[in-house]
């Protein structure tokens, strides 16, 4: 069993920049996949970044040049560094990882980019 704790979010101006973070209660070093997803009011969830344990990236379009994925195995931590936030980022950043098949989410937190 592992526990996704997601932090770091809030309000924000246009052009602002946050950092999401992830702790997870267990090891993220062997996963198969491990990333971020959002979910917007009136909106499917849909992928922003997600990484394989081969190190394969997958990064949403619209974030490509302005988010960054990252995660340090030490500390079992991933990172969201997003910055030129516009409104249309703002949603419910969920994280989420798959171990085994078996996939885990985060509560969610809520991101808002508004003036």
């Known amino acids: 069993q592992v526990q996704l704790v997601e932090s770091g979010g809030g309000l924000v101006q246009p052009g602002g920049s946050l950092r999401l973070s992830c702790a997870a209660s267990?090891?993220?070093?062997?996963?198969?996949?491990v990333g971020w997803y959002r979910q917007a009011p009136g909106k499917l969830r849909e992928v922003v970044a997600l990484v394989t344990g081969g190190g394969n990236l997958n990064l949403a379009d619209s974030v490509k040049g302005r988010f960054t994925l990252s995660k340090d195995n030490a500390k079992n931590t991933l990172y969201l560094q997003m910055n030129s936030l516009k409104p249309d980022d703002t949603a419910v950043y969920f994280c989420?990882?798959?171990?085994?098949?078996?996939?885990?989410w985060g509560q969610g937190t809520q991101v808002t980019v508004s003036s």
């Open positions: 267990g090891s993220i070093s062997s996963v198969n996949v």
């Open positions: 989420y990882s798959n171990i085994g098949g078996r996939s885990y």
